[in-house]
T-cell receptor, first 110, second 116 residues
Framework: QQQVKQSPQSLIVQKGGISIINCAYENTAFDYFPWYQQFPGKGPALLIAIRPDVSEKKEGRFTISFNKSAKQFSLHIMDSQPGDSATYFCAATGSYQLTFGKGTKLSVIP | GAVVSQHPSRVICKSGTSVKIECRSLDFQATTMFWYRQFPKKSLMLMATSNEGSKATYEQGVEKDKFLINHASLTLSTLTVTSAHPEDSSFYIC????????????FGPGTRLTVT
């Protein structure tokens, strides 16, 4: 049973545009929701994370929106750049173990 | 801060041999470390959770006698793939709980294992 559903599987965005990746979870015990960025052949890097006591968190061009009642959260990348081209994973946890989404491959084209 | 290293980054070994992968937290102490396996274009699959000084907890379907995990100190965990076979070829990634809170996990750069 996949507890974190991530969409879309792939995304192509023009340079300067907004990239939006969505995740939905089922387990109401989850209370920490990080996003990871992974480049080919590298380990995932923690990008930004949110806890359910806030509805939005912004760090630079990256924003997480969180909807507790809908059990959904999303990553917005503003002013997307070719250097943002990578695979993005959402995750969720209520303990030490992370449950990952299946990933979204983002391609930002000039 | 919160840097995790892995060694080696790439390793090629012959079928039947054993390979050891090291995972180190460089600037923090990690009471819990995790080992993941990642297939091409797939998400991360948790293999085991290791706590310093105690036996690792393996996920269902992961052979504990094949994937030996040792977490001897607060900064070092090792994964040994014993009697490796070509199907063990994969990208192995470790992570460690970070500084700010118990949930933050910081990942190593990964180790590409190829078994010939």
């Amino acid at each position: 049973q996949q507890q974190v559903k991530q969409s879309p599987q792939s995304l192509i965005v023009q340079k300067g545009g907004i990239s939006i990746i969505n995740c939905a979870y089922e387990n109401t015990a989850f209370d920490y929701f990080p996003w990871y960025q992974q480049f080919p052949g590298k380990g995932p890097a923690l990008l930004i994370a949110i806890r359910p006591d806030v509805s939005e968190k912004k760090e630079g061009r990256f924003t997480i929106s969180f909807n507790k009642s809908a059990k959904q959260f999303s990553l917005h990348i503003m002013d997307s750049q070719p250097g943002d081209s990578a695979t993005y994973f959402c995750a969720a946890t209520g303990s030490y173990q992370l449950t990952f989404g299946k990933g979204t491959k983002l391609s930002v084209i000039p | 801060g919160a840097v995790v290293s892995q060694h080696p980054s790439r390793v090629i070994c012959k079928s039947g041999t054993s390979v050891k992968i090291e995972c180190r937290s460089l600037d923090f102490q990690a009471t819990t470390m995790f080992w993941y396996r990642q297939f091409p274009k797939k998400s991360l699959m948790l293999m085991a959770t290791s706590n310093e000084g105690s036996k690792a907890t393996y996920e269902q379907g992961v052979e504990k006698d094949k994937f030996l995990i040792n977490h001897a100190s607060l900064t070092l965990s090792t994964l040994t793939v014993t009697s490796a076979h070509p199907e063990d070829s994969s990208f192995y990634i470790c992570s460690a709980n970070g500084l700010a809170g118990k949930y933050e996990q910081y990942f190593g750069p990964g180790t590409r294992l190829t078994v010939t």
